[in-house]
Each structure stands twice: as C-alpha cells, then as structure tokens.
C-alpha cells in the first residue's frame, strides 16, 4: 500500500516513527535484565554462549530484518515477508504462531513484573496470590490501554520504558561491576582465561542452546511498524544496527557484571532477578538502592511486555484485513488500533494468568507450556529465514534499499545459519527437564500443544467467508 493509498473506513495511518523509536521498539521487545542472574551462572563462559546466540541467531536475524522491512514495508511483519515467499497460508501461520506464543507467555511476564514490583514494596508481597494477580492485571490491562491509543503514543511510551527500565538499570550494573573491580573486591567467578569463555556442552547444557537462541527473539518487531515509519527503507537497517549494539553491550556485560560479585549459589531461576540483585547492592553497600531499582526495571518489564503485545496483534490486524478472520479481528478505532485483537488477547491472557496464580496444579503443566513457546516461535523464525533466501530467488529485482552482502552467497549463510541455529533450538526444545517425571508424555504434551497452537489459520482459511473481506464489509455498511 502506497502513503497514498487507504482503505476504505480506515484511518490515515501516520508516519510517526524514526531510526530512535524503531530501534527502542526492537530494544525493548529483547533487552531484558530478567535474564542476567540465569546468564551469569556461567561465569565467563556465558561470553561464550552468547557469542553462540549471536552467530546462529541475533545476527541472522538482524540481516534478514533489515532485509526483508526494506523490501517489502507494507506492514504486517513477519506475515508480509512470509507470504511473499510462500503464500498467504504459510504467512498467516508464521503470524499466528508469534501471536498464540504471546498467550502462553504473558503470565510469565506479567509474574516478573509483579514479583519485581514488590521488592520496591515489601518482597513478601511475592508470595500473595491476591497481590500478584492484581498487579498483573494492572500492568495488563494499563499496557493494552496505551496500545489503544495508536502508534505515536506507543512509541513515546516504549522510548521511555526501554530507557528507564532497561538501558539505565542495564548501564547502572554494568558500573557497579567496574567499581567492584576497580576496588579489587574478590570476584565470584575464576580469573579471566580465554578456555573460560569456552560453554561445557554435555547433555545437561545442550537443551540450553534454545534458551540462548531465544534470549534474542523480538529483532523482528520493528517490521510490524512499516506503515508508521517516516523513511522506512533507510531507517530500517540503522535502527536494526543501533538496537543490535545496545543489546549486545548491555547483555553481556550486565551479566558479567552480576557475575562478578554473586556467587553461583544466589544465581538461578528460582531466587530470580531482584533477588540477586539485592545480594550485589547490599554487599556493596548501597541496599537503599534496592527499591529504585526494582522501580526501573518493572517500568522495563511493562516495556517489554508492551512490544509484544502490539507487535503481533498489528499483524493479525493485517491478516483479519485481508479477509482471512472474522470481522471482529480487523476492528481498528480512530487512532489505527486493532482494538478487536487486543481485547481478544487481553481477555485470554487474564484468563491464562488466572489459571497461573490460583490453580498450583497449572504451574507443573506450564512447563510444557513454556516449552511450546520455544517451538512456536522456532516455527516463525524458520519460516523468516526460508523467505529470505526464497524471495532472493523468485522477486530478485524488488528493491531491496538495504541488501545482505555477498550476493547469493551472503543470503544463504545468513539464512543458513539462522535456518541451523533454530532448527537445532526446536529439536534440544522437545528434551525434558530433569525434574519432570515423564519424559514421553513431556514430548507428545509439548509437540501436541504446538499443532494446536500453530493450526488455527488452517481453520481459519478453510470457513473464511466473503463478508469477511474489506470490500463486502464496506458495501453492507453503506460505507464509500
């Protein structure tokens, strides 16, 4: 669709978005200081593990987003890009898999959100159902409230939530580290060696590998942004490069950082983030921090929480446009919001949270749960990467403002090693964890869950009705 161009009964999209905003939107959407604690167990070999993440995914991935936003930046994300290359069908599953992934996983970001949250209160709060679904539903609903109001307001709001809630507590550990090594404080973690940075990978570190290429998911979501860009095909690659540069920086050493000064006993999933956190800041004295901190880094939960919620809820607003799901799904009000996905989602999602805090019996099946999100979104980025390669085959001479270097050759390694690194994150994905006691049912629950998940636009696409579609719509409403 040209700026020109607009649908009937739609409003003017506005071009409100700039290489700042694009690159906040992908900051926000994969910065998170939830993983440092679970990261900084590895010690310097963590160095290592992320250099994997980097190569066979974070890398690819940017290439390929930039690619693909500056091809075709007609808005949908990744259902644009994938239904270039192989159709409307594959889109719309790539689409829904990233969407339907999101269900399943926001208790789990709305329960970090809380459980941080209450650390600036009074940490025993945590453990109050009551307070931890209120909290929830809070930040919940109050983030699908800001979706409401349209693009420009988002963006303001995801600048602020990606600065103050993860650049600046990421900068301020990081400084924390240094001044812990400059004070010659002992570190927890061995010398420094170059074979340190080397990941052990065993059979209990291999399942592992899915986390590390995930920890970078969310580098696509500036795509679902296309129509809201001002200079879409010279913005793209610069805020794909901006972003890249301060996860990279804040990950690694915000990690090392912690790592410095925790023992490996305070760090891991279960103490969480401002657990560890309040070991560091107390042992150097500076515990009054402690509730500012937590402040900061709920704001960069909300944030994050935000990116994803809207991302691919704009591209299944895209694909309910075009006819392909109910009416309901393509309501937008007056602000260009897809008001009808976001209420569906957020309708769902409380429900599933619900579920979460109250019923202790669901937190055992979330563990196949949270596995299904690995292989769904495993299911999306292949399909991203097998359109990279495809549309260089069968639409070679779309301009493409930035392209991948080295030609053929330079898409397939990048594709290659995109296409390798989540191909591998699906397979190590179906291994169970140690604790679970039934490693066949953890499988068929995990491989049921993702068919059931990623086939809905099957459904979708075989009872689609003319009056879904756009023009039928605007005939009947009497709309010209």
């Known amino acids: 669709m040209s700026e020109s161009v607009q649908k009937p009964g739609k409003p003017q999209v506005k071009k409100v978005l700039g290489v700042f905003s694009l ?17 900084a167990i590895y010690g310097w070999s963590c160095i290592g593990w992320y250099l994997l993440g980097t190569i066979f995914f974070l890398i690819p991935i940017t290439f390929a987003g930039a690619e693909l936003a ?12 994938v239904k270039q ?126 986390t590390i290429i995930l920890l970078f998911a969310g580098m696509e979501m500036a795509g679902f942004h296309a129509l809201e860009v001002k200079n879409p095909q010279t913005d793209f690659p610069k805020a794909m490069g901006l972003s890249t540069l301060i996860i990279l920086f804040c990950t690694v050493f915000g990690t090392l950082a912690i790592s410095f000064a925790v023992p490996v006993e305070k760090l891991n999933l279960a103490s969480g983030v401002m657990q560890a956190i309040q070991y560091f800041f107390t042992t150097m004295g500076i515990a009054w921090l402690i509730a500012p901190i937590a402040i900061l880094i709920t704001v960069g939960g909300v944030a994050l929480l935000a990116s994803w919620l809207i991302g691919p809820a704009k591209g299944l607003a895209v694909v309910a446009e075009e006819g392909n799901m109910p009416p309901m799904f393509d ?78 050759t330079g898409v397939w390694l990048v594709g290659g090693l995109g296409v390798i690194g989540v191909v591998f994150a699906f397979i190590v994905g179906l291994i169970p964890p140690n604790y679970y006691p039934n490693a066949a049912e953890y499988v068929l629950g995990v491989l049921l869950g993702t068919v059931l998940l990623a086939g809905p636009p099957l459904v979708f ?20």
């Open 23 to 39: 690159a906040m939107i992908n900051v926000a959407a994969v910065l998170s200081i939830r993983n440092f604690p679970s990261m």
């Open 70 to 81: 500056t091809g075709w930046p007609q808005g949908g994300g990744v259902y644009t890009w």
């Open 85 to 210: 290359a192989f159709g409307e069908k594959s889109g719309f599953i790539a689409l829904f898999c990233e969407w339907s992934n999101n269900l399943v996983w926001f208790p789990t970001a709305l329960s970090f959100i809380a459980s941080t949250l209450a650390f600036a209160l009074t940490p025993q709060l945590a453990s109050s159902p009551w307070y931890m679904f209120t909290v929830m539903m809070v930040a919940f609903w109050g983030t699908t409230a800001v979706a409401y109001f349209g693009e420009d307001f988002s963006a303001k709001f995801g600048n602020f939530g990606a600065i103050v809630g993860s650049i600046i507590p990421a900068v301020l550990i990081i400084l924390l580290g240094v001044l812990w090594v400059v004070m010659g404080a002992p570190l927890a973690i061995p010398h420094f060696s170059v074979s340190a940075m080397i990941p052990q990978i065993s059979l209990s570190t291999i399942p592992f590998f899915s």
């Open 331 to 408: 309501h937008t009000n007056k602000y260009g919001a897809p008001v009808g996905v976001l209420i569906t989602q957020a309708l769902i999602g409380s429900l599933i949270s619900l579920l979460y805090v109250f019923l202790p019996s669901v937190n055992q099946a979330y563990w196949i749960l949270s596995a299904m999100t690995v292989e769904l979104l495993c299911i999306v980025y292949v399909l991203v990467f097998a359109s990279l390669i495809k549309l260089r085959y069968s639409q070679p001479d779309t301009p493409r403002p930035y392209k991948i270097p080295g030609g053929i």
């Open 461 to 480: 696409l075989k009872v689609k009705k003319p009056s879904w579609l756009p023009s039928e719509k605007t005939v009947e409403s009497g709309e010209v």
